[in-house]
């Protein structure tokens, strides 16, 4: 039994020592598609690799030392098991800028709870910005048909320039197949440089080496603030190519499988960035720069009201950082304030300059002819490779003095000295007999507001009409409910009659009370609702009744009336109807 | 000789097109500097520089026009400033060429009783007018839709005439509006026909108003205060 333990502790002390003993841990540098590389281009990115080979099951992330140094643009983590053997691996996709000899290593890496350290890898970074890495990385690649056709391009018109002279980049990506699709442009960070007027993407067509391919083309204006050398990194594009048929027909492209998203980077650029050269006094901008105008709007203006003083200048550099410039000995009857800048872009692409404006609100406190004097911009001009100063022409400025100058109560800004005060007076007119001319105000033609003439005659007539219309319809009816009224007075013994035989038909008793009311009161010239029983029976004593025949006649009524609120089983009296037939005949020789 | 022409139209040309590109505003208050230095040719150019003139613009050149001595084209101008908004212009306008006509040795009070209803309706806005008599119009067919016109016979009475004086007022106005005025270049006769064979029935005065009524290409039927009868249409201004 003892013997079993023990060996049972030894065979597990051979295994973890022989899987120890067996790790490797290996550093390498290789190019973004896993090829093996000697050296490296500044601004083009480039893979380090630590693997652990045949190592336990648990790698800690590894301390390389030298990685610091690098601009780290992604990470990954890889295992992969092949018959029971594990590798893990710890990749970097990193970026140099500057050009040098690098050592990277060595990885130091904790494996199932051992340290072990990697080899140490030396790699030489040279700058250059003539070879499209692409096109070698792309003869690497296990799909080289597909490389070979996407090419991408990242060029400047210039190397070698001064701090803030613009230098115009342009990427393209080139592809011959029609039917790949840029999906994404991903920007690297970028050095200390300023960036300006992105335009595209800009579609055309182009040959290389006989083979034509479709270009997409972006354009920008990189602007470097710092002397030395400064590498433009290499710009990372994702596109798709569509794929052969893979047997499943439409169903792949159903799921999207026959789009294949692969990567291609341009190549970096390096511009030779260097100082300007000393210069005594104010520099504006670096560039080509052209006329530097002044202009005044209007020239004559009345003290105390605003002037819109525009200086422009036209050229190619920096325009949209480009500082308000400060304005030079303006007169102290002239306060100005800055207003606004904005930046004109010619009108045609390729034709024509840029031009920044800077507008002053120029406001007058003095009444006189003031000049606006020289304005001075001064440039670097990147052509020449001199400081240029370019200058505006004097303007005049004329401030007419104020309606209310001569008011004590309204005094201008800055007190007028006693020859101004003469100068002012002598250029006042006495008007005398005529009232005097208008000064401000109503110079161009005023809108008078009145109704159109069509608008007020509609307001007149559309209301005289409805109440005409209302006075009318009103009168109609009126003559129509007099005639209906004596209709029904007329005709109510006739028409009593009439509903009387009808209900008689139907045996309808209950008919009879409300006849003889609507009889009575159309008879009367009453509403039903307002005759009553008494103002009957005083009718028919008015009328010359007796006091038997007023009484027999409030039986009949109140017997009709029994009938209204009987139920249906209440012996009906047929004689009612010849009684009512009867009391019909009798009031027609009264009512 | 032929180069120099060039030089002289191109210059012309150049001259031109800056006088153009200043703006109207900038002319109008330079011509209001050169009125007040008792510039007044000058100014009345500046003046007439201005492509879109206001009622401002024709004010100041009638006082440039009187200042020259120039009374018939003073008068018209006077008369464009006010016939757009009457009710702002009409009492500098009126005061004016009344000055105007002192100078020339006219009366210039009003000689009827529509002149000077005219007069009277220049003082109030024309939107204030119709505004007013729309409400008091509204009011009286209310009261007669209503029935009120019987119970309130005050009120209804007020209401009538206070729409019949703004009704009469707006006619007024727009009779004046309509009406085609037109001023004398010089003394001029005036004619009982269209044709200088007709006899004349009076004489007009120089820088003197008067209403159109008729047009017959060279000849117009006009009537100056108690004259009516026919001028030549060289010798008027309409304004």
Not at chain 1, 164 to 180: F, I, K, M, R, S
Not at chain 1, 357 to 371: K, L, R
Not at chain 1, 398 to 421: F, N, Y
Not at chain 1, 518 to 545: D, H, I, V, Y
Request: proline content about 5%; aromatic content about 10%.
């Amino acid at each position: 039994m003892k013997v079993k333990i023990v060996g049972n502790v030894a065979l597990s002390i051979l295994l973890a020592a022989s899987s120890v003993l067996h790790a490797q841990v290996v550093l390498r540098v290789t190019d973004v598609y896993g090829e093996q590389m000697s050296s490296a281009v500044a601004g083009y990115p480039f893979r380090i690799e630590v693997s652990a080979k045949g190592g336990g099951k648990t790698m800690r992330r590894p301390s390389i030392e030298g990685l610091d140094t690098f601009q780290i643009e992604a990470r990954e983590t890889r295992m992969q098991l092949i018959n029971g053997r594990s590798t893990m691996s710890h990749i970097y996709r990193v970026r140099v800028d500057q050009p040098g000899t690098y050592t990277i290593g060595p990885a130091v890496v904790d494996v199932d709870g051992s340290e072990m350290k990697s080899n140490v890898v030396t790699l030489p970074v040279v700058a250059t910005s003539k070879v499209p890495q692409q096109d070698q990385s792309s003869k690497k690649r296990s799909d080289q048909k597909r490389a070979d056709q996407v090419i991408a391009v990242l060029r400047a018109d210039k190397q070698d320039v001064m701090i803030g002279e613009p230098v115009h980049c342009t990427l393209t990506l080139y592809a011959a197949h029609p039917d790949t699709k840029l999906v994404q442009v991903q920007e690297p960070e970028m050095p200390p440089v300023k960036i300006s007027g992105q335009r595209g993407p800009i579609t055309s067509t182009d040959t290389i080496k006989g083979v034509t391919y479709h270009a997409v083309s972006w354009e920008w204006d990189v602007y470097p603030q710092e002397a030395g050398t400064v590498t433009i990194p290499a710009y990372r594009l994702a596109y798709t190519v569509p794929q052969d048929d893979d047997g499943f027909g439409g169903f792949s492209a159903f799921f999207g499988l026959r789009q294949n998203v692969q990567y291609i980077y341009s190549n970096p650029l390096t511009l030779s960035v260097q100082s300007l050269p000393a210069h005594a006094g104010p520099v504006h901008a670096t560039g080509t720069f052209g006329a530097f105008t002044a202009e005044l709007k209007p020239a004559v203006a009345r003290a105390g009201e605003g002037m819109m003083l525009t200086l422009r200048i036209e050229g190619n550099g920096d325009l949209a950082t480009l500082a308000m410039p400060e304005l030079h000995t303006m007169p102290a009857a002239l306060k100005y304030y800055d207003s606004k800048s904005y930046i004109t872009e010619p009108q045609k692409k390729g034709k024509g300059t840029a031009s920044k404006s800077f507008e002053y609100v120029v406001q007058g406190i003095e009444a006189g002819e003031w000049e606006i004097p020289r304005q001075q911009f001064t440039y670097f001009d990147t052509a020449t490779r001199t400081y240029k100063t370019a200058t505006t022409q004097p303007i005049m400025a004329t401030i007419l003095a104020r309606p209310d100058a001569g008011r004590a109560d309204q005094k201008m800004p800055l007190e007028s000295t006693t020859s101004d005060t003469k100068s002012q007076k002598d250029t006042q007119y006495d008007d005398g007999e005529l009232h005097p001319i208008i000064h401000y105000g109503a110079w161009y033609p005023e809108h008078s507001w009145k109704l159109p003439l069509w608008l007020f005659m509609l307001f007149v007539l559309v209301p005289l009409l409805g109440v005409m219309c209302v006075v009318v319809w009103r009168s109609v009816r009126g003559r129509r409910s007099a005639q209906a009224a004596t209709r029904q007075y007329k005709k109510a013994f006739s028409y009593a009659r009439a509903r009387l035989r009808a209900a008689e038909r139907k045996q309808a008793y209950h008919e009879v009370h409300r006849i003889f009311v609507e009889l009575c009161a159309a008879r009367l010239s009453c509403k039903p609702s307002e005759l009553s029983e008494a103002m009957l029976e005083q009718k028919l004593r008015t009328e010359g009744f007796s006091e038997d025949q007023v009484r027999a006649w409030q039986q009949f009524f109140m017997r009709s009336a029994s009938y209204v609120f009987s139920s249906q089983n209440t012996i009906k009296d047929p004689t009612l109807w010849s009684q009512a037939y009867h009391w019909i005949a009798t009031l027609e020789t009264v009512l | 000789m032929k180069h120099g022409m060039c030089i002289l139209v191109v210059g012309m040309s150049m001259w031109v097109g800056m006088l153009g590109a200043v703006g109207d505003e900038e002319l109008f208050l330079r011509g209001n500097k050169q009125y007040l230095e008792g510039n007044f040719e000058q100014a009345t150019e500046s003046y007439r520089m201005i492509k879109r003139k206001g009622q401002a613009v024709w004010y100041n050149l009638g006082n440039c026009a009187y200042r020259c001595g120039d009374y018939p084209n003073a008068r018209i101008c006077w008369l464009r400033a006010e016939q757009a908004s009457p009710e702002r212009w009409h009492a500098s306008v009126a005061h004016n060429i009344a000055a105007l006509d002192a100078a020339v040795g006219r009366s210039s009070t009003p000689s009827t009783w529509f002149d000077a209803l005219t007069a009277v309706t220049c003082y109030v806005p024309l939107l204030v007018m119709q505004v007013l008599f729309l409400l008091f119009w509204c009011g009286l067919l209310g009261m007669v839709l209503t029935g009120g016109w019987n119970i309130r016979r005050g009120s209804f009475v007020t209401l009538c005439a206070l729409s019949l004086v703004f009704g009469i007022l707006i006619a007024v106005r727009y009779t004046t509006m309509w009406r085609i005025r037109a001023v004398t270049r010089e003394n001029t006769a005036i004619f009982a026909g269209p044709d200088r064979h007709y006899h004349a029935v009076g004489t007009i005065d120089r820088a003197q108003e008067m209403v159109v009524h008729k047009d017959r290409g060279d000849w117009y039927k006009v009537k100056a205060g108690i004259l009516v009868g026919w001028v030549p249409a060289r010798d008027v201004v309409v304004v």
